[in-house]
């Protein structure tokens, strides 16, 4: 009975991780980070500061995702499910890139 109790708080511990939500803005066409290390499971929320459109997106392995286009004051957030590194763009500036690298 023991054993059995320590097994479920070790599984609720394990489960219990909060996921995090790191926010990376669009300013002055660039990323406001270079280089961002999370975890799997946590979350990026893409926040355009600009006072015009960009479309992030990202043709990784790792997670591949596009955004899609959108205005001042707007953010939308990806969630990365699988560790690895992400190289993220912006289809309307292509100076625009930054990485996330995702650990286990
Ligand atoms: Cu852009």
Same mark, same amino acid.
Request: net charge negative; no cysteine; charged share 30%.
């Given at each position: 009975m023991r054993k059995l109790i320590v097994t479920l708080m070790?599984?609720?511990m394990a489960t219990g991780v909060a996921a995090e939500t790191y926010t990376v803005g669009q300013q002055d066409k660039s990323f406001t980070e270079e280089q961002l290390t999370i975890k799997t499971g946590d979350n990026v929320e893409f926040e355009n500061n600009?006072? %015009? *459109?960009?479309?992030v997106f990202s043709l990784s392995d790792t997670? %591949? *995702?596009?955004?899609g286009s959108y205005?001042?004051?707007?953010s939308r957030t990806v969630e990365f499910t699988e560790p690895g590194i992400v190289e993220v763009e912006c289809a309307i500036h292509p100076q625009m890139k930054m990485t996330i690298e995702v650990e286990e």
């Open positions: 070790l599984a609720t600009d006072p %015009f *459109f960009h479309n997670k %591949f *995702f596009d955004l205005p001042k004051g707007e």
